[in-house]
């Protein structure tokens, strides 16, 4: 009879299943710091390479009222992709949508826009979807300048986390490229890449960078940008280039050879208890202990100007953009939670999962390093999440089709 050939086959199956989630699933996450392992609760990996092109943006607003005339009541009238509106994106990110008039610190009048926020070729020279980016817009017209903000909602709240993100910057001066961790005006932390600056680096910052008696010297500094000669590399060799002319502590143990901004580079933003941690393509470059923000906390990446002295002022019709190829978070959700470079590596008894390796990998499945005594990194295989699950799937169809 054929029912009872497949009870034990429906059995297997469901053994199949079972096992195969179980393996799949991550208890935690770990990533090595410049101090050692740090274990975070949440993940997220979101990958921009290859997507279905926007559609063309409408002719530049003249005004920021017409720009807003665009965007319609909610201002995301004009999204220019549908993934934009997809559970894949607005689960991590919201595009947000506010202005500021010109002043006299800042002169240039400045409004996001959703147009402003793309999926385009990350070759500029072609216009097939095989290889894509999120693309961040920022444009000077006559009377203002148009930028483009991403946030996490405040429903994702952060208390310590682990970013990286796949980047290339390009355009005229005057614009600020910047991915933050903020909680206040007086309780964030800032990487931030200016159009203005040499193409070699990027700046730090610590707010608050200002107190009553004037600028905080160890708040912000200027590092170089190591070169984009590894994909894999977890270890925290330092810096030799330009390690900051503000308070930036690196180590030494890189050739100093500079990368540059137009190129896409691995940009890493650690924030722990006890410090902040900045990594470009698998080097440490500086670490700061001065004004770590505290939780809950947004992450943010925006692309802005507004001609005062930090971004510069952008001639009329100049534009700068960032071309973001795929975005990769683990962070802790609730306060107390670690983070703070002394996790064990596993949770409730099982290893956690690496992350913080390769490039652009969905998921490092491999457990830690020293069984996850906090002694080490990952080995950087980079094997995605799901890699058992086809496995043991696989296995279970075959004994499936052998029963039967």
């Known amino acids: 009879m054929y029912f009872p050939r497949l009870c034990p086959s429906f059995i297997l199956l469901l053994l199949s299943l079972h096992i195969s989630f179980i393996l799949a699933s991550c208890p935690c996450y770990t990533t090595t710091t410049s101090t050692g392992n740090a274990t975070f609760q949440q993940y997220r990996f979101l990958d921009f390479r290859s997507l279905p092109l926007s559609g063309p943006p409408p002719s530049p607003a003249s005004t920021t009222d017409e720009l807003r005339s665009q965007g319609g009541a909610s201002g995301l009238a004009d999204v220019t992709s549908p993934f934009f509106n997809s559970t894949n994106f607005t689960n991590t990110f919201a595009i947000q949508i506010f202005s500021q008039d010109g002043s006299h610190a800042?002169?240039?009048?400045?409004?996001?826009?959703?147009?402003?926020?793309?999926?385009?070729?990350?070759?500029?020279?072609?216009?097939?979807?095989?290889?894509?980016?999120?693309?961040?817009?920022?444009?000077?017209?006559?009377?203002?300048?148009?930028?483009?903000?991403?946030?996490?909602?405040?429903?994702?709240?952060?208390?310590?986390?682990?970013?990286?993100?796949?980047?290339?910057?390009?355009?005229c001066p005057g614009a600020v490229f910047g991915l933050f961790i903020y909680h206040s005006n007086v309780s964030e932390s800032d990487t931030e890449i200016l159009t203005r600056d040499p193409v070699t680096q990027f700046r730090a910052t610590n707010q608050p960078s200002l107190n009553s008696a004037g600028f905080v010297a160890e708040s912000s500094s200027v590092f170089a940008i190591p070169a984009n000669n590894t994909t894999t590399n977890t270890d925290y060799k330092g810096n030799d280039g330009d390690n900051g002319d503000n308070g930036g502590s690196g180590n030494s143990g890189n050739s100093g050879v500079n990368?540059?901004?137009?190129?896409?580079?691995?940009?890493?933003?650690?924030?722990?208890?006890?410090?902040?941690?900045?990594t470009i393509n698998g080097i440490f470059v500086g670490s700061k202990t001065y004004g770590v923000p505290v939780g809950p906390a947004v992450v943010a990446l925006n692309m802005w100007g507004d001609g005062g002295e930090w971004s510069g002022e952008m001639g009329v019709n100049g534009s700068a953009r960032v071309d973001v190829g795929w975005v990769e978070m683990v962070w802790?959700?609730?306060?107390?939670?670690?983070?703070?470079?002394?996790?064990?590596?596993?949770g409730g008894g099982r290893e956690c999962c690496v992350v913080g390796v390769g490039d652009g990998v969905a998921l490092a499945d491999v457990p830690a390093a020293g069984s996850g005594n906090g002694s080490g990194g990952g080995n950087g295989s980079g094997r995605r999440e799901g890699g058992r699950w086809r496995v043991c799937m696989i296995w279970g169809w075959m004994l499936w089709l052998v029963v039967l």
């Open 106 to 171: 800042f002169p240039v009048a400045m409004a996001t826009t959703a147009q402003n926020i793309l999926i385009a070729p990350s070759n500029t020279t072609s216009t097939t979807s095989n290889s894509t980016a999120l693309s961040l817009l920022s444009t000077r017209q006559a009377t203002y300048q148009s930028a483009a903000q991403l946030q996490t909602p405040p429903s994702l709240p952060f208390y310590a986390a682990s970013i990286r993100l796949s980047a290339r910057i390009t355009g």
């Open 259 to 278: 990368g540059t901004r137009e190129e896409f580079n691995t940009y890493r933003l650690d924030w722990l208890a006890s410090d902040t941690e900045w």
């Open 332 to 346: 802790n959700g609730s306060d107390g939670a670690g983070g703070s470079g002394a996790g064990n590596g596993k």
